[in-house]
């Protein structure tokens, strides 16, 4: 199974009961503004727009105030054009200053960009607040098809509901609205049924840095 491209094709509607998305690469669930990354990267003598003081603080109100992982490219850009190599000093500024002041949390890297976290050993009272908020929790079925989308993406829905043995349209639309799942192209078989994969959100959700992150198939087998 392959995902297909051709432009020169026009789109094919999908399923009346498949839900529709924008196609997009698959990229581990990581931003595409690598390419922005790399090329305010390169421009390394730049002069910096903000003292480094001021970008620090302006790096910290960034993270405190994103629910997700932030590329340095996109806090660079909210930033005012600062380079993604001054925005990973300031983040290892504001981690030594953490680490100096014994704070409660920290800026760690994950799902390709960084957010702040709690420390480990705070994980006791974070977990009983999240507990008093009473989460809505994933069923079982979404959980058995978000894992088989993970491991076999990109995956059109007919393979999906073989593996599953019933109809997952109405989950893949619940999965896709809570962003852990997307479209990420058109297969290159009759009809172009729609490509599925994992998101951001979804390596941000269970703590993943990449794909490569996921237990082995081999290790969730039972003894």
Known sequence: MSEGRDNEEPPVDAPADEPEAPTEEISEGVEADGDAE???????????????EELDRVVEALLFASPDALTAARIGEAAGGVSPRLVRRA?????????????????IEIAGGFKLYSRPEYQ??????????????????????????????????????????????????????RKLIRVVGRADQPG??????????????????SLKDLPRVEDLKAP
């Open 91 to 107: 983040i290892d500024r504001l981690r030594a200053s953490y680490a100096r002041e014994l704070r409660s949390f920290d800026v």
């Open 192 to 209: 172009r049924p729609l490509l599925y994969g994992t998101t951001k959100k979804f390596l941000d959700h269970f703590g993943l840095a």
């Open 124 to 177: 006791e009272y974070v977990a009983r607040l999240e507990r008093m908020r009473a989460p809505e929790k994933l069923s079982p079925s979404a959980l058995e098809t978000l894992a088989i989308v993970a491991y076999r993406q990109p995956i059109i829905r007919a393979d999906l509901d073989a593996v599953r043995g019933v109809q997952s349209g109405a989950i893949l639309k619940s999965l896709m609205d």
């Open 38 to 52: 790399a090329s305010a990267d390169a421009d390394r003598d730049a002069p910096p727009t903000l003292p480094d």
